[in-house]
Each structure stands twice: as C-alpha cells, then as structure tokens.
C-alpha cells in the first residue's frame, strides 16, 4: 500500500489491483473522491497496419523492431535443447509453448528444421503479442572443427540467396487471411534481423541433434556461444489475442523440399489488469497495460445518483505496451469509470 497526502487529497493506491475474466464496467482503484478506471485510445504517429490486428513492419512494438524480434526469435530457439524445445519435433509429446517465454512478446512457429503438418494445443496469457515465423533462413559462424569467419556481409548474402527460395506462404489467424504474403520477394513482413549472437545448450542442442555440427556437444557444461548471426524471413507480429480460444494456421515451402502446414490452437487466459496512479497538481496520472479489448471512458460527479457521460477531453497514449492518459480531479468529487465497448 502506498499512502500520500498531496494538497488536501488524500490518497490510498493498492499495489498491483487486478481485475480480471469479467465484461463490462471495470473499477479498479478507489481513491477518496475518485475512482480510478483506465481506458484505451489510439497511437497517432505510427504506420496504419496492412492487416488490422498485426503490427506494420516499419513500426516498432514492446520497444523492439520486426528486425530485433528476428533476433530474438532465433536465440530463443536456440537456447532451448532439441530435446525439449517446442520448435523441435522430439518423441510424441510436443514441449509446451511457454518454455523460456517471458515478457510482453511470445515467439510462435512450428517444427523449424522438420516441418510437416503438425498441430498444437497450448494456453497462453492474454495481452502477449505473439512474434509468428512463417518461412527464414538464420547463416552464422557456428561450423566444425571451428567457427567461420565469414563477414556480416557475407552471411546476410547468403541469408538471402537461400530465403528467395521460400514460396507458398499463407496465415490465417480465426479463418482470416493474412494479405500481402504471396510474393515472398515483395511482402513487407520480410525483414532481415540486426547482427546478433546466440548460445545453446553442452548438449542436445539443435546444432548438434538438428543440423548434425558433431563437436557441438561437451560433457564440460559449458554452453556453446556463436558471436554472429542474421536471419532472413517472413515475420508477423500479432497484436494481443482477446481471451478465448483462436487457431493460427501457416504454410511454406522452399524448392528442394521442405514444406510446412502447421496449426496453433491457442486458448488465451484473461488479462490480468493492473493500473497505476500518480497524482500531480490538479489531476491523476494513470497508466496500464495495453488490451486487446476496447473501452470508453465515462465521468460522473456523484456514485449515489450517477450521470455516466463519455469523457472525450482525455488523451491517451500508447508507447511500449502501456496506455496512459491524465484525469483532472478538481476540488469537487470526479469519478471515472471504463466501459468495455
């Protein structure tokens, strides 16, 4: 609990109020005299999406660019053991998706080297953005007996001559067609990821067990670290999946072979809303995390006889998954609420 007295307002704010698995009107935090909601507007400033619900390519999200996730998609991959990875196809049982997941953004594929048409079933938090591959092709410096030394480059080269091979790539995310993906030259989600370096496990690792590097494995416990890689491929990042169940379904082809046809069924967990409050002379600072749910925001001066009206002077922001906006608070009674719309 944090207790402030702040020119005559006193003010109890409750660390960490969650609300959570209900529609409708969502109070959050009490204040003497006010109550504390938060609501939901939209980012001026940033490229419209091609695809409502995936972020544009040239736009940013969690603080990261499409070519940064890239980055993190591979080095999360590799990170996990062959053995029990949830990108590797391992015995029977498939490893859970949250292996090693944390953080605003999830990393979602199917079977990386294998590929196949496999399904998969896994629950997920909601208000996660889920960083979805759907065909590329990662060149670094790991080889046997020793690293290479190819240039950055050199690898990038190379990471794209292998990448204009991919075609046949399609997403549908609940039966809706993702557009813009049939020419896998011209689709603006193809990026090329930054420069970056990567370590896996001393054994059962996917370069060892998956593309056969023989003296990537020790008995030593010692991971293996590789200094440079890039990745070239075809990206989606999709914006929070509202709670309750959804279905992701990719393919992909490369010539020589290699086809993917995989499903995600994916059962999205309510978010678990948690605001804050700062207050500041003549108005309350609030901020929470970014929903896919969409809210109106409503004032009345009394609760014991309301007259909710819609608050459009209040401006909110989005920047790094959490909204923001300031609510005057005056020196009579003002009370907020959310209204899912």
């Known amino acids: 609990m944090l207790q402030t007295n702040f020119q005559n307002l006193s003010i109890t704010i409750p660390f960490s109020t969650k609300i959570t698995g209900f529609s409708g009107t969502r109070i959050l935090n009490t204040l003497p005299g006010l109550l504390l909601l938060f609501c939901t507007g939209s980012l001026a400033g940033r490229a419209q999406s091609i695809n409502p619900g995936i972020i544009d390519p040239t736009n940013s999200y969690a603080g990261r660019t499409y070519s940064q996730w890239a980055a993190g998609w591979w080095q999360h991959y590799m990170s996990l053991p062959a053995t029990n990875n949830p990108f590797n196809q391992y015995g029977n049982h498939p490893a859970p998706l949250s292996l090693g997941q944390n953080g605003p953004v999830w990393y979602l594929g199917g079977y990386y080297a294998q590929g196949g048409a496999p399904s998969f079933t896994n629950t997920i938090p909601g208000g996660v953005g889920l960083f979805v591959l759907l065909t590329d092709v990662c060149v670094d410096h790991a080889a046997c007996p020793t690293n290479n030394t190819l240039t950055e480059a050199q690898l990038r080269a190379m990471a794209k001559a292998d990448q204009d091979q991919a075609f046949g790539m399609s997403c549908t995310i609940d039966g809706v067609a993702v557009s813009a993906l049939a020419n896998h030259l011209t689709t603006p989600y193809r990026v090329q990821s930054v420069a970056f370096s990567y370590t896996c496990p001393p054994v059962h690792n996917i370069q060892h067990d998956v593309f056969g590097l023989s003296c990537y494995q020790t008995n030593t416990g010692i991971p293996f670290s590789v200094d440079l890689a890039v990745e070239d491929g075809v990206f989606l990042m999709v914006e929070p999946l509202s709670a309750g169940n959804h279905v992701i379904h990719v393919t992909g082809s490369y010539t020589g072979g290699f086809t993917e046809n995989w499903t995600?069924?994916?059962?999205?967990?309510?978010?678990?809303?948690?605001?804050?409050?700062?207050?500041q002379p003549g108005y309350v600072y609030l901020?929470?995390?970014?929903?896919p749910d969409t809210y109106g925001v409503e004032r009345?001066?009394?609760?014991?006889?309301?007259?909710?009206?819609?608050?459009?002077?209040?401006?909110?922001?989005?920047s790094?998954?959490?909204?923001s906006t300031t609510a005057p608070i005056g020196s009579d009674s003002q009370f907020f609420r959310l209204r899912v719309q």
């Open 300 to 318: 009345s001066s009394s609760l014991s006889s309301p007259n909710w009206q819609a608050d459009t002077n209040l401006t909110v922001t989005l």
């Open 264 to 279: 995600h069924h994916l059962a999205v967990q309510p978010v678990a809303l948690t605001v804050g409050a700062s207050p």
């Open 320 to 323: 790094d998954g959490v909204y």
């Open 287 to 291: 901020s929470w995390p970014q929903s």
